[in-house]
């Protein structure tokens, strides 16, 4: 099993910066796919930004520029560094991981960006 925990989660106001973390534990393969996805009330969780164990990465048009995602290999965390924040970003955070087939999820945290 799995278990993804995030933190860093919060208010922040529109052009602020926030950093959410996600660390993964259980049975981790060397070879996955890790990111974060969000969703706002009413509308789809979305794809944020992804970034495989090989460092490649891809971002949603939204934050390409402002945010950034990195991750530590050796400690099955990955980060999401948030710049320039906007009222558009308020959303539920979650972390996913995939590998082998199989996807898991963190409980999700709170982005809540003022104006």
């Known amino acids: 099993q799995v278990q993804l925990v995030e933190s860093g989660g919060g208010l922040a106001q529109t052009g602020g910066s926030l950093r959410l973390s996600c660390a993964a534990s259980g049975s981790i393969f060397s070879i996955n796919v890790m990111g974060w996805y969000r969703q706002a009330p009413g509308k789809q969780r979305d794809l944020v930004a992804i970034?495989?164990?090989?460092?490649?990465?891809s971002y949603a048009s939204s934050v390409k520029g402002r945010f950034t995602i990195s991750r530590d290999n050796a400690e099955n965390t990955v980060y999401l560094q948030m710049n320039s924040l906007k009222p558009e970003d308020t959303a539920v955070y979650s972390c996913?991981?995939?590998?082998?087939?199989?996807?898991?999820w963190g409980q999700g945290t709170q982005v809540t960006v003022s104006s």
């Open positions: 970034i495989a164990s090989s460092g490649h990465t």
């Open positions: 996913n991981l995939n590998q082998r087939g199989s996807a898991y």
